[in-house]
């Protein structure tokens, strides 16, 4: 169905033809493709969009196509958002994405994506980024996070992405999320400015290989609700006073690194925890039990392996 001025597939004769294993609309004038619309293709293996100047969302997710995302793709260039979420797409992601100067949301998650990140560089307006759960490898660059300015949300978990974490990613104060944890970082995190700015809620960096001292700067994110950095070799001591600049902390995880968390000081009239639901500090050299006699919302407690002893 070529050049045939197609605003819409949603067509009931169009949705009965379920066994359909190639679809055509190239040359039409399509605004948008949305999951609901692909998912009653159960064979389709071919789906071709050339020259349909999509305006709005390319939405593919949870739908069953295979094999490699074509570089045709960012051609697309008035599109804001593409969901190509839970396929089984592999190979890498075309670096010419970074051409789609009006993209807003990207979600390419769940699927067996190989090879590095692309760069954005001309998607200034990206709010949204999901790359989790694929084989991506190579680094995050400071390159790869210039210029989001409006970035809210960036979930890299589950990949091997390496190398040492850039700073900048934590100089963009739109932030709201980030997710990193499962991958191969390593070396130190730096210090960075203007943390008490920042909107950032949600920051995992479990289980890659960082090390060196905590720096002081994530104890200023004074909007984190949640904080992992389980399972990594972090270093050095800290004292638990810390925490008082997390004032909206529910969870944190400390677990499993080369700390020292140091408890001495604290007790039941200036204990610096907020109200939690879940605190884990196993291996954290704990020589003492925390006072944790006001913390009637937690329902997780994990200080295995320390150096607790009396009552």
Not at 174 to 192: A, D, K, P, Y
Request: hydrophobic fraction near 35%; charge should be neutral; proline fraction near 4%.
């Amino acid at each position: 169905m070529t050049n045939c001025g197609i605003s819409s597939p949603f067509d009931p004769v169009l949705l009965n033809l379920h066994f359909l294993s190639v679809i055509r609309l190239d040359d039409n004038n399509l605004s948008t493709i949305v999951p609901e619309f692909l998912a009653n293709f159960t064979k389709l293996t071919t789906l071709s969009l050339s020259n349909c100047n999509l305006r709005r969302e390319l939405g593919l997710g949870s739908t069953n196509f295979t094999g490699l995302l074509p570089d045709t793709i960012a051609n697309l260039t008035t599109l804001t958002e593409i969901d190509l979420s839970s396929c089984n797409f592999s190979g890498p992601i075309s670096s010419k994405m970074g051409n789609l100067r009006d993209l807003v949301y990207l979600d390419f998650s769940s699927n067996s994506f190989t090879g590095s990140i692309p760069l954005f560089h001309k998607a200034k307006k990206l709010n949204y980024i999901d790359l989790s759960h694929n084989n991506l490898t190579g680094p995050l660059s400071s390159t790869h996070c210039g210029g989001l300015s409006e970035l809210e949300y960036l979930y890299l978990e589950d990949n091997s992405i390496g190398g040492t974490l850039p700073t900048v990613v934590f100089s963009i104060l739109s932030l709201r999320v980030i997710e990193l944890q499962n991958n191969h970082f390593s070396g130190e995190v730096h210090e960075f400015a203007n943390a008490s700015s920042s909107f950032l809620y949600k920051l995992d960096l479990s289980n890659n290989y960082l090390n060196g001292s905590i720096p002081r700067s994530i104890f200023k994110l004074n909007r984190l609700s949640k904080l992992s950095l389980s399972s990594n070799s972090f270093s050095g001591t800290i004292n638990i006073e810390a925490i008082k600049g997390l004032p909206r902390l529910k969870k944190l995880d400390l677990s499993y690194n080369n700390l020292r968390i140091d408890v001495q000081g604290s007790n039941s009239t200036s204990f610096p925890f907020p109200q939690m639901s879940e605190l884990n500090l196993a291996s954290c050299q704990l020589q003492k039990f925390p006072d944790l006699k006001n913390q009637s919302l937690m329902i997780a407690l994990d200080l295995s392996y320390n150096n607790i002893s009396g009552c």
